[in-house]
């Protein structure tokens, strides 16, 4: 069983920055593609960004793309994203996921790959 924790969400004003954590259990960690996706109200889930175990390969959605930043650190069990230039339109509920067996980056955007997710923190950003 694998427990996530998310933190580092809050209010900012539009331009500004945040950096999500989420903290890990579990002694394989190191192994598991690690992704963030965000909710906002009334729409689905949404693929944000995501790293394979490794740390050498991430993926974003193109409309965070040059501005998010996502890494981990094994050591610690704990997976970043770096949010910069935030836009009102990044508001939304942010979720860690893990994926204990995701085959390859084609899969990392799909919700149901993954096996285990967070509580969800929110961010919201205002204009």
């Known amino acids: 069983q694998v427990q996530l924790v998310e933190s580092g969400g809050g209010l900012v004003q539009a331009g500004g920055s945040l950096r999500l954590s989420c903290a890990a259990s579990?002694?394989?960690?190191?192994?598991?593609?690690m992704g963030w996706f965000r909710q906002a109200p009334g729409k689905e889930r949404e693929f944000v960004a995501a790293i394979n175990w490794r740390g050498g390969s991430t993926y974003y959605v193109e409309s965070v793309k040059g501005r998010f930043t996502i890494s981990r650190d094994n050591a610690k069990n704990t997976v970043y994203l770096q949010m910069n230039s935030l836009k009102p339109e990044d508001t939304a509920v942010y979720y860690c996921?893990?994926?204990?067996?995701?085959?390859?980056?084609?899969?990392?955007?799909?919700?149901?790959?993954?096996?285990?997710w967070g509580q969800g923190t929110q961010v919201t950003v205002s204009s």
């Open positions: 996921a893990a994926g204990v067996s995701i085959k390859s980056g084609t899969y990392y955007y799909i919700p149901t790959q993954y096996d285990y």
């Open positions: 579990g002694r394989t960690f190191s192994s598991y593609v």
